[in-house]
């Protein structure tokens, strides 16, 4: 039973089912046909199968394969109790018809809102119950884009759930698997555009009150999806019309539609409360070209959150008119990865989160970005783009005319955002441009937008290790580099960046306050690398980016226009800043900041760097460059270590600070680097200028054509005055070095420099600056002070002087210093390095030129004034460090020496009281270590000094210092002389003598400056010498200077080689070799002018001259260079006054260069100088004064008042010495064709071969001074004079030449050398002219002459040496012409009676007596000829001369006073002269006469094979015969004959006058020079005795005197110099006073008249007086004047008688010397040596070496009385026949010394014996030197102390040792003489094997006087003259006086007689006259002496 009640209630049950399931298949047909207008079909009636849904209107079908109800009671699967279950699904529809579709369900959706409404109990219940589940769906849409487009889908094992709380109704729905394919047919096959393959789980939450969807989720899984090419070709993606959507109005929107609104925020508004997507395992596939092209994209996971929360308090004034409710969204990718069809990575994604968030109180949005990679290749991407291309234009078009202008609405709420992205890698490669690729490690932005009471804007950027490469292997993707590195082809590199910024903009339109903006920045590592690859790269970037240029510009000019008040601070610091710029040709250069501070403001901007450092990469080897800190860089181009830059807006000003350590390195190759990177730069800048505005080329370039076009009658509109931008520069410390070649570098040290710029002034200053040159510091400079000025009120005042300007006003360069040092090293090339500078700067100057240069020139401006101030300036060449510390450690051992002295005297002093007080108890050895440690002693004391020598004082370091003071120099321009045009008439101007070239001259510097500059002193100094070599004070010049330098032609360009290495190679730069010339038109004024010079100082010059050398590069013209006074001559050009006060010459007197005393002072007065080409010319009073420390100290021996000396230069050149423009130089390479064996001189018509100087002194000026021309000599005046004149002529020896000293130079030409003819001139109206011979003897000659001139012509021959050895030309001076005219001349001779004052002065009551006066004399010296001319001479003029002397109105005194003086005045000069010549070195240099050599030519001289010329025919007188030079050797020899007949006869009518040896002397034919003729006219001599009063007046009409000088001969065995005079009167007279003269005692002379003493002439004899002296016989009275410039009648008239009438006299004096020219005496042949020597005749034998003196009277008429007789007598032996008394002394101690000589015979013994004598008289002169120097001084200090006895003591003391060394000198001296002369003729001797030969004659004749009277009438008178008392008369009168050497008893064995013979004669007047001479015996029995008496004894 139970169980049939079961079955029954089965039964029930399904019987029950089938009638609901057929009722509910029932209600669902009726509904779908009614609701859905579809029809309903369910195939199976029990179970639910092919039920199938059609709509019939839209063709639209659904089929259900079957249809079932399940439980997860049957099957664990099932999530509910109760599941419907679906099979399969099939959907079909038409999208072309599907708009239809759902207008039922709109139109139903709001009447039916109530039926569906449920309970939310049941709809629970319903829910945790019922569940559906489909196997499969499958749909198919038809016609998706196209009628042949089909889509497919299909999704299995799908189910849909419901959840309910009562409040919400929630739906799950899950597909398992879905399938769609999008496929369209063609006519050959179908095409699939698309696949998509995934699984999907969905989540809906709808509130069931509200009906509203508040949450939905979508899962999302196995995503896969295959986009194929034909999708993007077909009209799927683009919507057509039908299908397009059209906008919906909803309420907000239509009613707002005037207020901007943010972008999705409705849509976000449209969004459920909740919103999840996660796609997990995502992959989209692009393909093209049948799977040949094809793009992966997968993803692992995307997740997207949204939550809005509609119960809490929303973002209240999120907009101004809306809120926003709490939100919060989040979007999350991981793992994304898109490959290529090769399996590259195209792009890597690890994490991208992106969340936004809306609370109460803000509005929050953050993206996190991890591991992004992106590898862009354009090549595969280029078919993709170019399809996304064609999409977005099309839809792009498509939507154009609709998109309107989207404008935002102010956001109020406050905004924060933040993001964070790491690990990103973006590369590029497009393909036509190489590929780059940009990473970082991480970049994080916080951003807060708030609005509290103003807008309040700020964020924090910060980025981690940005890195961009550029390059071929810039798309692999590299590990990090490690740190401090740079790796070639990373274009930028931020290691790190932090950003913070805030913006505050302050709300309300009242409010005053501005916008205010913060910023700081903190950079690491910043690596930026420019290269045109990077170029490249940026502007395909741009180009790809397509900015609008429009849009831009149109910004831009809105921005500008609109003034905007803000105020902003920005603080940026960047640290290791690395910036490089790359280029393929040249490397890489780097610029590396340590730290860049930037702090900005509105006011004030300040950028700060610590660290700059500039390098050049030369090559880029390495993948990799260090990045150093800044002091580790190696060889920096530019090193600074800190460095501000400030500026100030609101003055425009601009401050620069540089710290200590800006170094720049510069050298030629690095500039070129650096000028190719920069080149390489810009064009990289043009490239993006171009690439972004591509517009703006065109038309900058089109700008200067419109400015250059504009009229020139238009003048611009002036624009508004631009206000200049005020710089102020600060360097602490500076150092600039430039390489000017590969060992050349320049360098340029400066310390505080402050620059500043203000308006239009510029002032800078610098406190110390130096250059240095090769590593060598030259030039300093302090407290350096430069301004450019407007204008200057001190310029407008320097400009008066000059009313020739014509600027008034002009710009001013100030350039003030406190002193310029300029040191050049020992030896340093200063001018190599200089021309390398010179060139490189022309290299710059080519280089770097514009293309302005190329146009057409302007005229340029005018250039500033200059006014530059030195206070102190120094030049200084230094000296030789080794001379230098060779002359201390001289001077150190000197002294040293002297202590060492000192220190012996005081153990001497010690040892010798230790022995006084020990006595020999003291050991001798301890007495030797005594001494032997005192020379220890003195050995480590002199090493102590020695090396503390330089210690305390610095060593000396000049050779040569020329310093200034107080320099002010003025540099005014003027329009008036500005230009080229206006500068060549200035050079025409200034040089009228140089002939201008007809087509003008081209050149490349031309300038013209008025100058006008002052210095107070300019001194010049050799070494440590204690005088300057110039010294300038108070100078003040002013005038115009002009400089030009001419283009040279193409072949006077010189190239010169820069080494610029690769890939330059050499570059060459033409240099103009034409000189920079001067033209100068100055006039200076100077207080004080002294130049010192000395022989002593030539070494220490001849350093400085090589110096000098060193400062200036010699020309590249291959020309011998030319000597500096042609170079001056070629670059200097002008006239030059100079008005000195005061112009002082010192010239050294001594060889010690640091002698203060010895010099000769040439002091000018009132100097006026003139210098113009050619010619000096001298104005002033002139005294030369002769410096010494002695007693003669102060000697102004010449004075010469109002002088005008003029020298003239005549320069003697191949062309005009004037035409400097002609010189042509030329470069090596292009060099003519000479001639061989010549050199090129390009220099050749303008190089002076000689020099013609004339000096010409005018003492004519009259300037109303009273005082007259003087000259005051003393002996030792002279003495000196000779010393100073050997010291000047002496020949410096080389310094410092030779291999040794690498100095090979060729030897520079002495100007002295140049002269080839030297010409003085002197006139002067009156000439005072003192002698003395010293201050001890008080003798002197005073000379006085009226108006004179002087003439004189010198030549010189140069002379080259013979032999081998180079050496110096013999400069030989020849005078060829002298002329002379003196007038009133009057001479006197002056003694004191007195000694030597105590003050060492002249004795003022000298007495002066006459010697000679004449009215004029004239004196010519021709010049010594050769051979062939003399010889020629000769034969047409046989009276010629060497000097002739023409006097007129001699008038002579010759007493025993002027005797005595003049002996003295000749014995001083001939010791004086016998010392020098002793004490020289040629006093010992034996003759070398070689026998058998032959005779030289000699010197000016006849040849020896020229047949001797005729006698000589001297002028006649009446009564001489002519002899022939055969007539005085047949008198010889005839007297010879008859020595031994005793008898005189005086009856021979012939012959005497041949007997006088005087006569044959004179007559020889071995004259070689013809050296004076002396002609007197109305000449007169007055002679007093010494025993007898009055005097004998002898006149002559015409006198001639003259003299020969005749060949050295052999006299025996003595080689002696033989000189002849020769004496011709006419018209003589002897007058004599007949009493005691009245005049005499009144101290006047008498003399006669001129009448009296010329020719006998026929004359008016006009009264008595003249009558009575009319008459010309013996014993006429004649009247004589004392004043011969007054007549007689108006003195006191004395008359004197004549004694002898007119006659002629001739006189012969014949004089032989040892003192012989050695090249004379070498040209002399040796005697023969006869082997039988006779005895010779005593006469016979010295025929030729005795002194002779002839007289001849021919007829003489002779009238005197007693007193006269006697007077004569007197005169003949006191003043005629006078002997030198020590002249008998001196024969014996000659004698003495050739005994000696004889007995010794050994040469060098004898040579010996004469130098230690040498060196004795040579200490006696240093001793009587030092002696009259400590005098000196003691008498300099008397002058202050008068008083002191202790100086008067010593004084008295030195007087006397003088004394005693002066007589010890003449007695050594005197012995020396005779000692070198007896050594001479020894030597002589044996050079022709000679020996001393005994004489064995008894005596020897030393001197004969010859007396010859061919008729002679002597009447003696009374006393008054009248009445005769005898008569004498000889005819043929011979008088002979022989003085004979002494002979001793031992050898007197000849006696000598005379006998006398007597004749009557017939009486005359009754008184018989006899001629009476008896003879006597032998003279030695009558006692007569050896002498004979000097006068004839007359019966």
């Known amino acids: 039973m139970p169980l049939f009640s079961a079955l029954l209630a089965l039964l029930l049950v399904a019987l029950s089912a089938l009638l609901g399931r057929w009722f509910v298949v029932r209600l669902a047909t009726k509904w779908c046909q009614r609701k859905l207008q579809a029809e309903l079909k369910i195939g199976s009636f029990f179970w639910i199968q092919n039920v199938s ?26 999530p509910r109790y109760v599941a419907l279950c679906f099979g399969e699904v099939r959907i079909r529809t038409d999208l072309q018809k599907v708009s239809g579709l759902f207008a039922p369900f709109s139109q139903s959706t709001g009447v039916h809102q109530k039926e569906l409404s449920f309970s939310p109990s049941l709809l629970k219940i319903f829910c945790q119950l019922f569940s559906i589940h489909v196997d499969s769906i499958n749909i198919m849409v038809l016609k998706v884009a196209t009628s042949e487009s089909l889509w497919h889908i299909q999704i299995r094992e799908s189910s849909f759930l419901l959840d309910s709380d009562g409040k919400r109704l929630k739906c799950e729905v899950s597909l398992n698997q879905i399938n769609s394919k999008v496929l369209k047919s063609g006519q050959l096959e179908d095409t699939c555009l698309a696949e998509l393959s995934l699984a999907l789980k969905l989540y809906v939450e709808v509130g069931i009150s509200s009906r509203q969807l508040k949450a939905i989720s979508v899962d999302m899984w196995t995503l896969h999806a295959e986009l194929h090419e034909g999708l993007f070709h077909s009209q799927l993606l683009r919507p057509g019309p039908s299908l397009a959507p059209k906008p919906v109005p909803c309420p907000e929107v239509t009613e707002n539609l005037a207020e901007p609104t943010l972008p999705g925020l409705y849509l976000l508004q449209q969004l459920p409360d909740q919103v999840k997507v996660k796609m997990e395992i995502t992959s989209v596939v692009l393909s093209m070209n049948s799977q040949k092209r094809h793009l992966n994209w997968t993803l692992k996971l995307l997740h997207f959150l949204y939550h809005r929360d509609e119960d809490q308090l929303p973002l209240r004034s999120f907009t101004a008119n809306s809120d926003m409710a709490q939100m919060s969204t989040e979007v999350l990718l991981k793992d994304g990865l898109l490959l290529s069809q090769s399996r590259q990575r195209i792009v890597c994604l690890n994490s991208l989160k992106a969340s936004v968030q809306v609370t109460t109180i803000d509005f929050s949005a953050s993206v996190v970005l991890n591991t992004c990679i992106v590898h862009y290749r354009h090549q595969e991407f280029a078919q993709w783009l170019h399809l996304l291309a064609l999409e977005i234009q099309e839809s792009s078009s498509s939507g154009f005319k609709q998109k309107k202008k989207r404008t935002f609405p102010q956001i109020l709420a406050p905004i924060i955002f933040s993001t964070s992205i790491s690990n990103v890698n973006v590369s590029i490669q497009l393909g036509d441009t190489p590929p780059f690729a940009l990473g970082f490690n991480s970049i994080s932005l916080d951003y807060q937008h708030l609005r509290p009471q103003s807008i309040h804007q700020r964020g924090v950027l910060t980025v981690d290790h940005l890195c961009w490469r550029v390059g071929s292997d810039s798309h692999i993707q590299r590990a990090p580099h490690p740190p401090n590195m740079h790796v070639w082809g990373e274009a930028l590199v931020l290691d ?29 590592g910043l690596q930026v690398e420019a290269s045109d690859t990077c170029a490249q790269c940026l502007s395909r970037i741009l180009s790809l980016m397509d900015t609008q240029s429009g849009k831009s510009a149109f910004t831009r000019e809105s921005s500008f226009g609109e003034s905007v008040s803000l105020l902003w601070k920005v603080d940026l610091k960047v640290e290791d800043m690395n910036l490089f710029t790359l280029s393929a040709l040249v490397g890489a250069s780097e610029v590396r900041l340590d730290t860049l501070t930037v702090l900005g403001s509105a006011e004030t901007s300040t950028v700060g760097v610590q660290g700059l450092v500039l390098a050049l990469v030369k090559s880029v080897t390495e993948k990799m460059q260090p990045c150093c800190k800044a002091p580790d860089i190696p060889t920096p181009v530019l090193s600074l270590s800190m460095l501000s830059i400030t500026y100030h807006s609101s003055i425009r000003s601009l401050e620069v600070q540089c710290g200590t350590g800006l170094t720049l390195l ?3 190759p690095d500039h070129m680097s650096l000028y190719q990177h920069i080149l390489a730069t810009l064009h990289c800048r043009d490239l993006l200028r171009a690439t972004l505005f591509p517009e703006s080329a065109p038309l900058l370039a089109l700008e200067p054509p419109v400015t250059v076009s504009e009229p020139e009658g238009l003048l611009p509109e002036p624009s508004p005055p631009k206000r200049l931008l005020n710089l102020t520069l600060e360097v602490s410390t500076a150092k600039l070095t430039a390489f000017v070649a590969e060992d050349k570098f320049i360098t340029l040290t400066a310390e505080s420099v402050s620059l500043s710029r203000h308006g239009g002034s510029l002032q800078a200053y610098c406190p110390e600056l130096a250059a240095g040159f090769d590593g060598n510091s030259i030039f300093h400079f302090k407290e350096m002070e430069v301004q450019l000025l407007p204008e200057l009120e001190e310029m407008i005042l320097h400009r008066n002087p000059f009313p020739g300007l014509q600027t008034l006003r002009n710009r001013v360069w100030l350039l003030s210093l406190g002193s310029v040092s300029v040191e050049f090293p020992y030896q340093y090339d200063f001018s190599r390095t200089l021309d390398e500078a010179v060139g490189v700067q022309k290299w710059l100057k080519g280089l770097h030129r514009g293309t302005h240069a190329q146009a057409s020139p302007s005229p340029a401006p005018l250039p500033p004034d200059l006014l530059l101030k030195v206070q102190h300036f120094s030049w200084v060449f230094l000296d030789d460090v080794f001379e230098v510390k060779l002359r201390d450690n001289y001077e150190l051992m000197k002294d040293e020496s002297k202590e060492s002295a000192k220190r012996l005297q005081l153990l001497d002093a010690k040892v010798a009281a230790l022995r006084k007080q020990h006595g020999e108890l003291l050991p001798a050895r301890k007495i030797e270590e005594l001494y032997a440690s005192l020379e220890h002693k003195n050995i480590e004391i002199y090493i102590q000094r020695s090396r503390r020598l330089y210690g305390n004082t610095p060593m000396r370091r000049a050779l040569l210092t020329w310093s200034l003071a107080g320099l002010e120099l003025v540099a005014l321009a003027d329009a008036s002389f500005h230009g080229p045009e206006r500068v060549v008439e200035q050079v025409q101007e200034l040089d009228p003598g140089s002939p201008f070239p007809a087509e003008g001259v081209d050149l490349v510097i031309q300038w013209c400056r008025m100058l006008k500059c002052s210095v107070k002193t300019f001194l010049v100094r050799i070494r440590d010498y204690p005088r300057y070599l110039f010294e300038i004070r108070d100078w003040r010049l002013m005038g115009r200077l002009v400089g030009t330098e001419q283009s040279g032609q193409p072949c006077s360009r010189r190239r010169q080689i820069l080494h610029l290495g690769l890939p330059w190679g050499n570059v060459a730069v033409e240099r103009n070799m034409p000189p920079l010339k001067f033209y100068h038109d100055f006039r200076s004024e100077i207080f004080q002018y002294t130049v010192v010079w000395g022989p002593c100082w030539d070494p220490a010059w001849t350093l400085i001259s090589q110096s000098l050398d060193l400062l200036t590069k010699p020309s590249a013209d291959p020309s011998p260079p030319l000597p500096w006074w042609d170079k001056s001559r070629l670059l200097f050009h002008g006239d030059w006054y100079m008005d000195i006060e005061q112009a002082n010459l010192h010239q050294l007197a001594t060889e010690d260069p640091y002698n203060t005393t010895e010099n000769m002072h040439w002091e000018w007065s009132h100097l006026s100088f003139h210098w113009k080409p050619g010619q000096f010319v001298f104005k002033g009073d002139l005294d030369v004064n002769v410096r010494t420390a002695s007693k003669y100290d102060d000697c102004c021996f010449l004075h010469l008042p109002d002088l005008c000396m003029t020298l003239d ?21 292009f060099l003519p064709e000479v001639p061989l064996g010549q050199l090129h001189d390009s220099y050749r018509a303008f190089r002076s071969e000689n020099l013609n100087l004339s000096i010409k002194m005018d003492l004519t000026r009259h300037s109303g001074t009273i005082s007259q021309p003087r000259i005051l000599l003393y002996s030792s005046t002279l003495r000196w004079m000779q010393n100073f004149w050997a010291t000047w002529t002496s020949v410096t020896r080389p310094i410092c030449r030779g291999k040794l000293f690498n100095n090979l130079k060729p030897s520079k030409k002495k100007l002295g050398q140049h002269y080839k003819q030297l010409s003085y001139t002197a006139i002067f109206p009156q000439l005072q002219v003192h002698y003395w011979a010293s201050f001890a003897q008080q003798r002197g000659v005073q000379i006085e002459c009226s108006q004179g001139h002087v003439f004189t012509r010198g030549t010189q021959r140069l002379i080259p040496q013979a032999g081998t050895v180079m050496r110096r030309l013999i400069s030989d001076w020849s005078v060829t012409q002298m002329v002379s005219d003196l007038s009133q001349v009057t001479v006197h001779l002056m003694a004191s009676p007195t000694e030597e004052n105590a003050d060492h002065c002249l004795d003022p009551l000298v007495t002066k007596t006459h010697l000679l006066s004449l009215s004029s004399l004239t004196y010519q010296r021709h010049s010594n000829r050769t051979a062939e001319e003399e010889l020629s001479t000769r034969v047409g003029d046989p009276a010629f001369h060497t000097h002739q002397l023409h006097l007129v109105d001699l008038r002579a005194s010759w007493t025993t006073t002027n005797r005595d003086i003049a002996f003295g005045l000749y014995d001083g000069y001939k010791k004086a002269a016998v010392l020098k010549r002793n004490l020289s070195t040629e006093a010992l240099k034996g003759l070398k006469i070689e026998p058998q050599m032959p005779a030289k030519k000699p010197k000016q001289s006849v040849l020896t094979s020229v047949p001797a010329p005729p006698p000589v025919n001297t002028p006649s007188f009446s009564g001489q015969p002519d002899k022939g030079s055969s007539g005085g050797a047949y008198m010889l020899q005839k007297l010879i004959e008859e020595t031994d007949r005793f008898v005189v006869f005086t009856e021979e009518e012939s012959g005497v006058s041949d007997q006088l040896c005087g006569i044959a002397a004179c007559q020889t034919d071995d004259i070689y020079n013809r050296n004076c003729l002396i002609e007197l006219v109305n000449c007169q001599m007055v002679l007093r005795g010494a025993e007898t009063e009055g005097c004998v007046i002898v006149s002559a009409a015409k006198a001639q005197l003259l003299q020969c000088q005749h060949h050295p001969a052999w006299y025996g065995d003595t080689l002696k110099q033989k000189t002849s005079w020769t004496c011709l009167l006419d018209g003589m007279q002897y007058f004599a006073t007949t009493e005691s003269s009245p005049t005499e005692q009144d101290g006047r002379q008498l003399w006669l008249e001129v009448k009296n003493i010329e020719e006998h002439r026929q004359r008016s004899l006009d009264s008595v007086q003249e009558l009575m002296e009319s008459g010309q016989a013996v014993g006429g009275m004649v009247t004589t004047t004392t004043d011969w410039n007054q007549p007689a009648e108006a003195q006191q008239a004395q008359q004197v008688q004549r004694i002898i009438s007119r006659c002629s006299c001739r006189m012969y004096y014949i004089s032989y010397s040892h003192d ?12 023969e040596v006869h082997e039988n020597q006779e005895k010779e005749d005593l006469l016979k034998k010295q025929e030729g070496a005795v002194d002779t003196f002839t007289l001849i009277h021919h007829e003489l008429e002779i009238s005197t009385n007693p007193a006269q007789y006697a007077m004569i007598l007197d005169i003949v032996n006191n003043l005629l026949l006078h002997v030198e008394p020590k002249r008998k002394e001196h024969s014996e101690k000659k004698q003495r010394v050739r005994f000696q000589l004889e007995i010794s015979s050994n040469p060098e013994e004898q040579r010996s014996s004469i130098l230690h004598l040498q060196e004795a008289v040579r200490q006696h002169v240093a001793q009587i030197r030092q002696l009259e120097k400590q005098i000196y001084s003691i008498m300099k200090s008397l002058q202050d102390d008068s008083k002191n006895e202790n100086l008067l003591d010593l004084n008295q003391k030195l007087q006397l040792q003088l004394n005693q060394e002066k007589a010890n000198l003449q007695l050594e001296s005197e012995e020396l003489n005779i000692l070198i002369r007896c050594f001479k003729d020894f030597q002589l001797q044996q050079a022709n094997k000679m020996e001393l030969r005994k004489q064995q004659e008894d005596v020897s004749v030393v001197r004969r006087t010859e007396f010859y009277f061919a008729q002679a009438r002597w009447r003696l008178t009374e006393e008054d003259g009248q009445l005769g008392i005898a008569e004498l008369e000889l005819q043929r009168f011979l008088y002979s006086k022989v003085v004979l050497r002494p002979q001793s008893s031992c050898q007197s064995g000849r006696q000598l ?8 004669r017939p009486p005359v007047g009754g008184i018989s006259v006899k001629e009476h001479f008896e003879p006597f015996s032998s003279l030695g029995k009558c006692g007569a002496s050896h002498h004979p008496a000097d006068t004839p004894v007359l019966p």
């Open 53 to 78: 849904l059609k709509f019939q209107q839209h063709q639209q079908t659904v089929e259900i394969d079957s249809l079932w109800i399940s439980s997860k009671l049957l099957s664990h699967d099932l």
């Open 496 to 524: 790190s960046l932090t950003l913070q910024g805030s913006y505050n903009q302050p709300l309300g339109l009242s409010s005053t306050q501005s916008d205010t903006l913060f910023l700081d920045c903190t950079i690491r």
């Open 666 to 668: 510069w050298s030629p």
């Open 1209 to 1229: 230069l005549q320069w003697l050149c191949h062309g005009n010495p004037h035409d400097h423009h002609s010189v042509t130089l030329r470069a090596p390479e």
């Open 1716 to 1727: 012989i020219d050695p090249e004379l005496a070498t040209q002399i042949k040796p005697p």
């Open 1953 to 1960: 007689a005379l006998r006398l013979f007597s004749k009557v």
